[in-house]
């Protein structure tokens, strides 16, 4: 069945689900929010419709958002209002499974049965979550990122009977509201977290090594790595630094630090077939002609000098008490 989404529900007013409902009222939807009772909600309304215009204040953002969010946004009495009247309800309660089911039980016996339920759950698998649901086909996981306003990412997540129309409809709402949203296999962690998690595991082992301080593991990581990844995705830098010297590398990392760093199968079948990156015109994202390869230097090379400037214009993070991370 097609879906027609013009009004959205938030069920948790707190950091995160505050932050989707501006999202969506800043973006022209009709949004209510509801927390535990009518005076949570009350009040995390009078903080979110201050706060945009907090923002705005501060250029974070565009003229006219704080209006949009003041006209589109409302506090509704109950959780049980706010689901009845919603064309899409997303739960943003705490990161505890009988937290979420209660409250998804109590969204799903008030919605209607055509009313597309989300979750916003960052490590929950969403098939776990999914017998709270009656009607289970409108039901999926749709992971925002902290702070919601301003991180342009979102992991989208089918359970196994969740119909192919609800996913679209989701996919496009969250565009018409601004967000990059990706759909992504059910597993605990998701996709984000599975990787951040495995990136934060080695940098906690570097520093219980005595290789290097925290402070310095944050500076490396905000000046290369992270650098380099909030522009382009790691493929698309392995393709571009070459897979065969990946390959390489992990044979190295693999004789210091064992299995863990052993380099991945799919890598090295890459680099048998000769898929070697940008320099064999073939890799791991596909094939590469001198028009893409020039394009991607144009926009790879413009990317990181915008990048340094921005840093340049920013300047160094603040850290703890008041000093930096460099």
């Known amino acids: 069945m097609p879906y027609s989404i013009t009004t959205i529900a938030v069920i948790g007013s707190g950091y995160m689900g505050g932050g989707i409902a501006q999202v969506f009222a800043r973006a022209g939807f009709s949004v209510l929010i509801a927390d535990q009772s009518a005076e949570v909600a009350a009040k995390a309304h009078h903080r979110l419709v201050e706060e945009a215009q907090q923002f705005e204040d501060r250029g974070l953002f565009p003229d006219g958002s704080a209006a949009a969010i003041t006209q589109n946004l409302s506090a509704a009495e109950s959780v049980e209002d706010a689901a009845a009247t919603a064309d899409l309800v997303i739960e943003a309660v705490f990161e505890d499974v009988d937290v979420k089911t209660a409250v998804l039980q109590q969204i799903s016996a008030a919605a209607r049965a055509e009313t597309i ?4 759950t960052s490590t929950m698998s969403v098939n776990t979550l999914k ?4 009607h289970p086909e409108r039901f999926m996981n749709i992971h925002f990122f902290n702070p919601a306003p ?3 990412g979102a992991e989208l997540v089918a359970s196994d009977e969740t119909s192919d129309a609800v996913v679209a409809a989701v996919v496009d709402v969250l565009t018409r509201a601004g967000k990059r949203p990706a759909v992504v296999g059910d597993t605990p962690g998701m996709v984000v977290n599975r990787i951040q998690y495995a990136m934060l595991s080695e ?8 290789v290097a301080s925290k402070e310095a593991i944050d500076t490396l990581i905000r000046n290369s790595l992270g650098f380099r990844l909030g522009l382009v995705g790691p493929f698309s830098i392995v ?7 990946y390959a390489s590398c992990y044979g190295i990392l693999e004789e ?12 090295l079948a890459a680099v048998a077939d000769g898929s070697h990156g ?3 015109g073939r890799g791991l994202l596909g094939s590469y002609d001198e028009d893409a390869l020039s394009a991607i230097r144009e926009y790879r090379d413009r990317a990181y000098v915008q990048m340094a400037s921005l840093q340049d214009e920013l300047g160094t993070p603040p850290g703890p008490s008041g000093t930096t991370t460099d």
């Not at 339920?117 to 916003?120: L, M, S, Y």
């Not at 017998?131 to 009656?134: G, M, R």
């Not at 393709?239 to 010297?245: E, K, M, S, T």
Request: net charge negative; charged share 20%; glycine share 10%.
């Open 117 to 120: 339920i989300g979750t916003n």
């Open 278 to 280: 940008t320099k064999a």
């Open 131 to 134: 017998p709270a649901v009656s």
């Open 239 to 245: 393709d571009q630094a070459g897979v065969d010297i």
């Open 256 to 267: 210091a630090f064992g299995e863990r760093m052993a380099a991945p199968e799919s890598l």
């Open 150 to 152: 301003f991180i342009p």
């Open 203 to 210: 940098a906690f082992r570097v520093v219980e090594e005595g």
